[in-house]
């Protein structure tokens, strides 16, 4: 099987191109942060507060942009803390909308997969009446946390990769 590696983390990761993106852009108050573990993971962690119609956090990678025509899916390999997270693709780094992926953790180690034709176009919460992800162009990549509650959360990733 064909894959290709968006991100391995590892101790020497460079994650300045790793940015965080949180709901105080609206005018909320959710803080992510994002940092190596000691063991060469990448953690995206944080709050999410509802305070101010705010309501989530999250992470972006941009890249030189890619064709990903000839693979299918998203595979991650991620520790989560039990709760739903989104990851999110887009064509364009300046669109306005992302594709949609969601997944929950298990407080394990998961390689969750995810198909590129599943990836649903959603803007500030709403999905968009569009096609799904083609999977031709790929640009930006990203994390999401936004529940609708106020909690805490942790993310640790090893590895993005496509397949």
């Given at each position: 099987?064909?894959?290709?590696?968006?991100?391995n983390?590892?101790?020497?990761?460079?994650?300045?191109q790793?940015?965080?993106?949180?709901?105080?852009?609206?005018g909320?108050?959710?803080?992510?942060?994002?940092?190596?573990?000691?063991e060469?993971h990448?953690?995206?962690?944080g709050?999410v507060?509802?305070?101010?119609?705010?309501?989530?956090?999250?992470?972006?990678?941009?890249?030189?942009v890619?064709?990903?025509?000839?693979?299918?899916?998203?595979v991650?390999?991620?520790?989560?803390?039990?709760?739903?997270?989104q990851?999110?693709?887009k064509a364009?780094?300046?669109?306005?909308?992302?594709?949609?992926?969601?997944?929950?953790?298990?407080?394990?180690?998961?390689?969750?997969?995810?198909?590129?034709?599943?990836?649903?176009?959603?803007f500030?919460?709403?999905?968009?009446n569009?096609?799904?992800?083609?999977?031709?162009?790929?640009?930006?990549?990203?994390?999401l946390?936004?529940?609708?509650r106020?909690?805490?959360f942790?993310?640790?990733?090893d590895?993005?990769?496509?397949?």
């Amino acid at each position: 099987m064909k894959s290709f590696i968006l991100f391995n983390f590892s101790a020497e990761s460079k994650i300045n191109q790793w940015n965080i993106v949180d709901d105080v852009v609206m005018g909320g108050r959710s803080q992510g942060r994002f940092m190596l573990s000691k063991e060469g993971h990448g953690v995206f962690y944080g709050d999410v507060s509802l305070e101010n119609n705010g309501g989530f956090s999250s992470v972006r990678h941009d890249f030189q942009v890619m064709d990903p025509s000839g693979f299918t899916k998203f595979v991650l390999k991620v520790k989560g803390d039990g709760k739903a997270y989104q990851f999110r693709a887009k064509a364009r780094s300046n669109d306005y909308y992302s594709y949609i992926g969601e997944f929950t953790t298990s407080g394990e180690w998961q390689e969750i997969e995810i198909p590129f034709n599943t990836m649903y176009p959603a803007f500030r919460g709403r999905t968009l009446n569009q096609s799904n992800f083609s999977g031709n162009r790929l640009d930006e990549i990203a994390f999401l946390i936004g529940n609708k509650r106020n909690e805490s959360f942790r993310l640790e990733i090893d590895q993005i990769e496509m397949q």
